[in-house]
């Protein structure tokens, strides 16, 4: 009798389906968040970024009309044995704020300050989603105690896989103590952490109240540090301590605003 062969369409894994679907809906919202998916799923850690690899994506296209917003925030980049601030850029979306902050973390590593950026998910968002890469890279950068590796990888999926060691499982504590621990380890790292630093958090419109209160524990450590924080935040700001800049869509926020 006749042989007929009937294809079978192999499935493909959900990862490589999202990177190629065809519908840009279902795809990664943003280039950041296609390099955090893969890594994560390699239990690789989330390249650092450098001097030389912003330039080169910024060389590319030039940031026009936002000199002022630029001048304002370069502000806030701390210097060796100085302190530093809290800012939130705000502003609806395409109006820039991503790309002023990409310029932002140019100036400030061409001035010696190491850069860590963090982002909320609109997907959802997991406990302190965007301090999860800012934890990640202080793990690689700093040398973690074993209590401080343990809740950091309470946090960070891969973070054993970041310090190429075993770490035991954490405590287990309340929701409020849990938080507590995690603010601890935060802060003490960040006091140990040795050259001035600039922590950018984007779209913070969609973290959680855990998250916010990492925000108002870092700003406060700012007026001793040299560290500086600045978020964006999608939309109207909250009008508590708001300097408006006039006609160019974006709003800085002064300290107090979380």
Do not use: C
């Amino acid at each position: 009798g006749e042989l007929h062969v009937t294809p079978i369409e192999p499935r493909m894994p959900p990862l490589p389906a999202r990177l190629l679907a065809r519908n840009t809906a279902e795809r990664f919202p943003r280039p950041l968040d296609e390099v955090a998916a893969i890594t994560e799923a390699a239990a690789r850690a989330l390249p650092l970024e450098t001097v030389s690899t912003r330039e080169a994506f910024l060389q590319g296209t030039e940031l026009v009309g936002r000199d002022a917003e630029l001048e304002r925030l370069a502000r806030a980049i701390p210097e060796r044995g100085g302190t530093g601030r809290a800012i939130v850029v705000t502003g609806e979306s395409g109006v820039g704020k991503s790309r002023l902050l990409e310029e932002l973390g140019v100036h400030a590593m061409t001035r010696g300050v190491r850069v860590l950026r963090g982002q909320s998910l609109e997907s959802g968002e997991r406990p302190y989603e965007p301090w999860r890469a800012v934890l990640r890279a202080l793990a690689l950068l700093g040398e973690p105690t074993p209590l401080e590796a343990s809740v950091i990888a309470g946090i960070v999926p891969d973070a054993a896989a970041v310090l190429e060691r075993a770490i035991e499982s954490a405590p287990e504590l309340d929701s409020e103590a849990t938080h507590l621990r995690v603010v601890r380890v935060l802060e003490a790292m960040l006091r140990r952490f040795p050259d001035p630093l600039l922590v950018v958090l984007e779209d913070v419109q969609w973290a959680g109240a855990e998250s916010l209160a990492l925000f108002a524990r870092v700003r406060s450590l700012a007026a001793g540090l040299p560290i500086s924080i600045v978020a964006s935040f999608r939309g109207d700001a909250p009008s508590l301590g708001v300097e408006r800049v006039r006609g160019s869509g974006i709003v800085a926020a002064s300290r107090e605003l979380l």
